[in-house]
């Protein structure tokens, strides 16, 4: 007698853009089942950005299906879930998040960046605003012409908490600069030769110079790199409906929020995947 086999769960998606973004059209039954998750990431490494349409994980679901993808990262105060919010009674730390209208990656004081972070959308603000964009680093740097990977294979910048702070407030107070100058500085490359062989762009607004150019210099050539990495065919621009949750890779990848009323009680729910390999 034959015995019956287990049909085998497919993972289902579809690209959003030729260069970034893909959509996962599984069930939340499929997604929290807990087979898929290699494929996922797998699919995160190559795309840069995930959505899950109208998902609606509750907050147990969302963590329980980040832990089906890798080892979960719990926030410095230990909590499982970060609520991302410019409101300061659900958010200590809201004065720091208005650096993330302003193209970034996450972690970079951090031994190794993490992973990859799942954003759930709870509020929404006013239509038009609050959208989350994204740009694919691997496929912007394998985009630049020989010339410039020449140019910038051995070059270093400095990364800051300040230079994140000086696009929210360019005139800080005396005390205000030494608060941030107190959290550090890290020097990166500016090309991140991942474990796979593959190469991404250190960029972001994070960075603040290049060592041993002309400060002008350097920044110019930040800004330029910028420019290009977040042209639109490097980019996805997520316009939020509640209940979606967009995954995107924060060592392969730019992001940031478009504006949105400060007082709108916009909230997003986050968990993270620790990062495994360092930036070098």
Known sequence: MMMATQELTALRSEDIKPKIGARVLNSKEELLAGDLGGEIMDLLEHRGVLVFPEINFNDEEHVAFTNTLGKFAREMRGEEIYKVSLDEKQNATAEYLKGAFFW???????????????????????????????????????????EDKALVADL?????????????TPEPTYEQWQEWRAVGRKELPLVWTHKSGRKSLVIGNSAHNILDYDPLDGEELLIRLRSFATGPEFTYSHDWKVGDLVMWDNTGSLHRATYYPL????????TKIEGDEPIV
Do not use: W
């Open 156 to 168: 270093r910048a400095v990364h800051a908490l300040a230079a994140t702070q000086l696009d929210v």
């Open 104 to 146: 970034h990656f996450d972690g970079f004081m951090s031994p190794m960046p993490i992973r990859a972070s799942l954003l759930s959308a709870k509020v929404l603000s006013p239509p038009g605003t609050g959208r989350t964009e994204f740009a694919n680093t691997y496929a912007a740097y394998e985009a630049l012409s020989d």
């Open 263 to 270: 007082d709108c009680g916009r909230m997003m729910h986050r």
